[in-house]
Nanobody, 117 residues
Framework: QVQLVESGGGLVQPGGSLRLSCAAS????????MGWYRQVPGRQRELVAT???????NYADSMKGRFTISRDNARNTVYLAMNSLNPEDTAVYYC???????????WGQGTQVTVSP
């Protein structure tokens, strides 16, 4: 059974930082591209960042310079370090595991991030 379990969300003040974690099980983690997406009620889920099996990263423009995605293949965990948070970053953040060749994709249950004074 595949599980992606996010943690680290919460309430933070504008300008603050949070670090999200996503622990994966049930997949061969090292061969998957891992990613973070976010969604606000009433809007489409949007890309935050991805990291390939080789460590190549990709960020949405609005996150560049503020967010950092990383992975620890020994712990089957992907991280998202978020700095300089603003209220527009408030959303549910979802972990994603994708393998294009195998046509497999999995999602976590999401973790709420709220940026508010």
């Amino acid at each position: 059974q595949v599980q992606l379990v996010e943690s680290g969300g919460g309430l933070v003040q504008p300008g603050g930082s949070l670090r999200l974690s996503c622990a994966a099980s049930g997949i061969d983690f090292i061969v998957y591209t891992m990613g973070w997406y976010r969604q606000v009620p009433g809007r489409q889920r949007e890309l935050v960042a991805t990291i390939s099996r080789g460590g190549t990263t990709n960020y949405a423009d609005s996150m560049k310079g503020r967010f950092t995605i990383s992975r620890d293949n020994a712990r089957n965990t992907v991280y998202l370090a978020m700095n300089s948070l603003n209220p527009e970053d408030t959303a549910v953040y979802y972990c994603n595991a994708a393998h294009a060749w195998l046509m497999k994709e999995y999602w976590g249950q999401g973790t709420q991030v709220t940026v508010s004074p």
